[in-house]
Structures are given as structure tokens and as C-alpha cells.
């Protein structure tokens, strides 16, 4: 009988792993609908606003990104207020390094978070008002607290489903 040649075997045993993680899509918890439903509902205990009746955008750019909430509804004051206080409230804290809400929501190994914990001033965290909830632009020259923005923007947006957009 033959000796099995043990190449061969871990040729076929990478190429079956890298086919069962294609058919999972990776393997990412995040994008599954169950990871989604647990996300909203965590949300629930800790941004003030209804996600059924807003859309969080997450746009990355060259010197970070701007994430805008808002009202699905224009006219929906409610939302528009409710919103427009946790931004404030939460860009304070994120200015500290305190991103304790997002751990709270996506858990604590979210992609990005950590450097974004320990940025230390290096990422300039400013909010704006806007006519249907409000927007936080996150601006660095830091190239690695870009990445880890860019990162947990992702994570956000795969994380929150129907209720994020890029």
C-alpha cells in the first residue's frame, strides 16, 4: 500500500478550508441576521432614537469619515431630537476615548475600537446638526487610527443591516 503524499494532503485540506469559508460567506458573525437582531437589539438600550425609524451612514474618507443619523422622516421631531442629543452626548465621550456605547452595542473586540480608545487626542471628533438628526466627522492624520476608523465603520455597517448604509 501506498504512503499518502503529505502535500497533497494539505493542498486538499487548504483548498477545502478556503471552499467551506467561501459557501459561509468568511465565516463573519456580523453578517448574519441573527448578529443583526442582537446588535438592534443591544442599540435599543443605548441610542435613545427608534433604528426602525432612522438610517445610520457611515462614509469613509481620506482623513477618516463622517457618520450622519438621521430621521427616516424629516418631519419626525421626536427622532430628530432624540438623535440629535446622543450625537452630542456621545461626541463628548468619544473625544475622551470613552467609546464604552459602541462596546455596549458590537462588543468589545469590534473591529477598530481599541485604537480608537487609545487615539488620545489624535482624532478630531466634531458634530454637526443637520435638518434631520445629525452628523459626527472624525478627522486624523494618522494613517493606522484612519484604518481603525475605516474598520469600525465597517463593523457598523455590516452590524447594523438595514439600518446603515455606507
Known amino acids: 500500500m501506498r504512503r499518502p503524499d503529505i502535500h497533497r494532503i494539505l493542498a486538499l485540506a487548504a483548498t477545502t478550508t478556503l471552499l467551506l469559508a467561501g459557501c459561509t460567506g468568511g465565516g463573519t458573525p456580523a ?5 443583526q437582531a442582537e ?6 438600550s443605548v441610542m ?7 438610517t ?6 481620506d482623513t477618516g469619515g463622517v457618520q450622519t443619523v438621521v430621521a427616516d422622516d424629516p418631519r419626525d421631531a421626536t427622532q430628530v431630537s432624540l438623535i440629535r442629543d446622543h450625537l452630542t452626548a456621545e461626541v463628548e465621550r468619544f473625544r475622551g476615548g470613552d467609546f464604552t456605547d459602541p462596546a455596549a452595542i458590537h462588543g468589545t473586540e469590534m473591529p477598530g475600537l481599541r485604537e480608537l480608545r487609545a ?3 489624535r482624532v478630531a471628533i466634531d458634530y454637526t446638526p443637520t435638518t434631520d438628526g445629525g452628523r459626527v466627522t472624525y478627522t486624523t492624520a494618522d494613517t493606522g487610527l484612519r484604518e481603525a476608523l475605516h474598520h469600525w465603520f465597517d463593523a457598523q455597517v455590516s452590524d447594523h443591516g438595514a439600518h446603515a448604509t455606507k
Open 39 to 44: 446588535v438592534a437589539s443591544r442599540g435599543a
Open 119 to 121: 487615539h488620545g487626542g
Open 31 to 35: 453578517e448574519t441576521p441573527g448578529r
Open 56 to 61: 445610520h451612514r457611515f462614509a469613509k474618507n
Open 48 to 54: 435613545p432614537f427608534d433604528l426602525e425609524r432612522t
